[in-house]
């Protein structure tokens, strides 16, 4: 008899349908799986068969051919495991039950208990698009599927629960749903603006700039802080969306990332990868087209300390993503989209050594070596960053340590102000902040008076700013002109905007 | 042919040998008058040339001692457009008649006309400096420029190249003297910048083209910035800097030397209040140097507003931190950036990190 049994793989972030079919027939005893498994499908045959054995029923001792439909798409992970079990069950007539558009989802344990298993929430989500209802998932990640709206999941500890259930013997309640309420900020962070002691200057450019989703660049000695201030950027960001958070979620999820207590990634992602990254951990890829870093950064910030530190090649791919939010990571085994919508958020020494520009220590970089170190950040990806701003070394900050600042919660507040007010102003141009607009945006929204452009002209002369330099300085003249509530940019808005550069 | 006369024709074929010694040129050029070519000049230096460096070495430039060799080389400069200048030479600058060990031949690029000029004047200074030094240098230029002065200096980063990019940006004339020969620039990303010096002002080398610049010859090579101008101004330099080379010559040869003062502890500046110490001219305003040549100064009115000036008062104690500007106007840190932006663009601050200073001491009512 042959039985059928719907599972879901995960190709990228996108669900995508396997049935899996199950024959028991006769001939010499044999547990076959076909159907385009990879390593970890293949090897569930081993789980399945002990599984089932430890839940107190029998693995048919017959011929078993199992067969994952479509054969041509590629079926990876473990998540497969609950699917096989049943279906070899129903097969071997030891379930009978209606199991027609239920989708079986988990990795069994040899004992026969249910594991937890990755992406759960992007494939509920798929799988709602194609009209699926009912889901059987693992107890351990019923909290990420909790946020789904319109679905019935059920979730079991063991195969036999799950066995139970469709005997009608002992019926699983499904999972209460729910709603999102975006949490408070001061929970989510260990860290609050109010604790950076002086830096006025580079938190004002932080303001800035994630009021407008501009990137940004600190520039200062080692030890000043500029980590602890990156650190900041997330808690100063607008408050997450379910929308966002949900996107967010799919990404961690899919990489294995997410905490078993939250179920949903609440506060905004912080990732700081290590200047020894490769491009591939960078991007994504391998040969399971994993996310990388910057699509496990999206709606949240990706610092990058140290920047020159990094490889040409992996700094350079920044660049794609940086203009389109996203990144297309073609492999030999297959192409996904990944969202990378990220803030980035970089830092360097003004040189090698560290103190080139200090009048009180000497710097012992050769002016090659200074010049190389640079070189390193090319000129098309530090023109995707309008914000470079000087972090003050620590004896200022020592002398304006006593006051203490604003929180981040204050800013924040701000930020969503500012934030609305670009949304409200590009609802017809499909981006979101002003960090996003194009040459066409520009013309549209940042119209300069005659006096700015005679300021702009003036700027270009006196401090040689290269052309490049010049729809930057208008973007985030554009944000603070928001900042102050100004329809028009200003002047001074113009001549602030001058000031975050570094010379 | 290609313009030289006979004479000057084995000088430059003579220094084109790069290990023939400078002191053995000169002696043997001393021993030699009216050669009416060069296997005859090499004739008459012959026993000099076995006596002090044996058969092999004459053996070696009998062999090149011909026609082809010459036109090779010489081709090289022309299409190079390199000029030799021997000192022989009408034009061979007078001011290097008197100094030690005067170049043999010099290869210029340029005007060579400058090289006996008046109005020449050396601005140098150290590589590393401070912005507001470098500030500083691009205000002294353009006032040296105006008063119709024609800067002399190096081709280093920093100072150097601040004094060229100033004149070229001010379409006048400079001077530029290397240390290596003009095919071998250090840096070699001025290369640029020498093409654009060329074009109206003046690239000078002692050495022939091919010569690699070497560390001994970046000092010696002072020699001639100060030799070819009537003063010299040091805009900045550590107590080790080869800057303080220059000002030692300039010393020695008798030309005026003005230095920019620091504040005690700014390292890029010790070699200079050192000078200071041992009797330069102290100067911290180009009228300084114009007034000493009895030049009238024609600075422009600054036209400071209200705002302006109350950042401007804050900074005459001398440079500040932009928090301590704040707090002493009592305003937000970002209410007075716009302000320092027009200060800056209008060069009247430099920003040096988040710390902003006065490039200029005449604005006290």
């Known amino acids: ?503 | 042919m290609y313009d030289y006369t006979k004479e000057q024709l084995c000088i430059i074929w003579l220094d084109s040998f790069l290990g023939l010694e400078y002191k053995h040129k000169a002696q043997i050029l001393e021993g030699v008058n009216n050669t009416s070519s060069i296997t005859a000049f090499l004739e008459q230096s012959k026993d000099y040339l076995i006596n002090a460096l044996g058969e092999n070495v004459y053996s070696t430039l009998k062999s090149s001692a011909n026609r082809e060799y010459l036109e090779f080389i010489l081709n090289i400069y022309k299409k190079k457009g390199i000029t030799a200048i021997t000192f022989r030479n009408e034009n061979y600058p007078k001011t290097f008649k008197n100094i030690n060990c005067p170049p043999i031949v010099i290869y210029c690029k340029g005007d060579t006309s400058l090289l006996n000029a008046k109005n020449l004047f050396g601005v140098v200074g150290s590589r590393k400096s401070l912005n507001s030094s470098l500030a500083l240098t691009e205000r002294y230029v353009k006032e040296l420029i105006k008063a119709d002065f024609i800067p002399v200096t190096g081709i280093a980063e920093g100072v150097d190249a601040k004094v060229l990019t100033t004149a070229i940006e001010e379409k006048s004339k400079a001077i530029s003297v290397i240390a290596g020969g003009l095919d071998n620039l250090y840096p070699k990303q001025h290369f640029d910048l020498v093409e654009k010096v060329s074009e109206k002002g003046l690239v000078v080398s002692e050495y022939p083209p091919q010569v690699e610049p070497r560390p001994f010859m970046f000092p010696v090579r002072n020699r001639l910035i100060s030799a070819l101008s009537i003063g010299v101004l040091i805009v900045s330099g550590g107590m080790k800097s080869g800057t303080l080379y220059t000002a030692e010559y300039a010393e020695e040869y008798g030309k005026d030397l003005f230095v920019v003062p620091y504040s005690a502890g700014v390292i890029s500046g010790a070699g200079c209040n050192d000078l200071i110490k041992r009797g330069a001219m102290l100067t911290d305003t180009p009228e300084d140097i114009l007034s000493f040549y009895g030049v009238e100064s024609s600075s422009e009115e600054l036209n400071l507003s209200v705002e302006e000036k109350e950042i401007v008062n804050v900074l005459f104690s001398g440079e500040k931190h932009i928090e301590k500007i704040s707090s002493a106007l009592n305003k937000r840190v970002f209410e007075i950036m716009p302000t320092l932006s027009v200060l800056e663009i209008k060069k009247v601050v430099v920003k040096n990190g988040n710390t902003y200073g006065l490039t200029r001491n005449d604005l006290e009512d």
Not at chain 1, 16 to 37: M, T
Not at chain 1, 138 to 167: C, Q, R, Y
């Open chain 1, 1 to 503: 008899m042959i039985a059928k049994v719907l599972t879901y793989t995960l190709i990228g972030l996108k669900g995508v349908p396997v049935s899996v079919e199950v024959d028991v027939n006769n001939g010499l005893p044999a547990f076959e799986v076909v159907g385009l498994a990879d390593t970890a499908v293949k090897e569930s045959k081993e789980r399945v068969r002990t599984a089932i054995k430890n839940s107190g029923r029998q693995v048919p001792t017959r011929r078993v051919t199992i067969n994952l439909a479509p054969a041509d798409i590629k079926k990876e992970g473990s998540s497969l495991d609950l699917a096989l079990a049943v279906g070899v069950l129903k097969s071997s007539g030891q379930l009978i039950a209606d199991t027609d558009r239920v989708v079986f989802l988990g990795e069994l344990s040899l004992d026969g208990s249910l594991r937890r298993i990755n992406g759960v929430l992007p494939t509920l989500i798929s799988a709602t698009e194609e009209g699926y209802k009912k889901f059987i998932i693992p107890k351990d990640n019923e909290k990420e599927a909790s946020f789904v709206d319109g679905i019935e999941v059920l979730s079991a500890k063991s195969l036999t629960e799950v066995v139970d259930h469709f005997s009608g013997l002992n019926p699983l309640t499904p999972i209460e749903k729910h709603d999102y309420k975006s949490k408070s900020a001061k929970n989510l962070y260990d860290t609050d603006l109010s604790l950076v002691k002086g830096q006025t200057v580079a938190k004002r450019a932080l303001e800035v700039a994630v009021s407008g989703g501009h990137n940004l660049l600190f520039v200062g000695a080692p030890g000043t802080g500029k980590t602890m201030l990156a650190k900041c950027i997330p808690t100063i960001m607008p408050d997450m969306t379910f929308q966002e958070a949900l996107e967010t979620t799919k990404i961690h999820s899919v990489a294995g990332m997410l905490k078993d207590s939250d179920g949903i990634v609440f506060s905004r992602p912080f990732r700081s990868p290590h200047h020894t990254a490769t491009t591939v951990s960078m991007t994504g890829g391998s040969a399971s087209l994993r996310p990388g870093e910057i699509s496990l950064a999206h709606n949240g910030v990706l610092f990058l300390d140290e920047m020159p530190e990094y490889s040409r090649a992996t700094l350079e791919s920044l660049r794609q993503p940086l203009e389109d939010g996203d990144i297309t990571v073609s492999r030999a085994s297959g192409s996904v989209d990944y969202p990378a919508n990220f803030i980035l958020c970089g830092s360097m020494n003004p040189c090698p050594c560290g103190n080139y520009g200090s009048s009180d220590r000497e710097c012992t970089c050769t002016p090659a070596q200074i010049s190389k170190y640079k070189a390193k950040i090319s000129g098309p990806l530090l023109d995707r960053i309008d914000i470079q701003v000087e972090v003050d070394s620590v004896k200022y900050t020592e002398l304006s340590g006593q006051t203490l600042g604003e929180t981040s919660e204050q800013v924040r507040q701000r930020v969503n102000r500012t934030r609305l007010i670009q949304k409200e102003r590009f609802k017809n141009d499909g981006i979101t902040t002003n960090a996003d607009m194009g040459e066409k945006h520009i013309k549209k929204y940042c119209k300069l008076s005659n006096e700015c452009e005679r300021i702009l002209k003036s700027t270009y002369e006196s401090l040689h700013l290269s052309p490049r330099a010049r729809s930057r300085i208008i973007k985030v003249a554009r944000t603070i002109a928001d900042m102050d509530l100004y329809d028009d940019i200003r002047p001074e808005h113009i001549l602030e905007a001058v000031s975050y550069r570094h010379s």
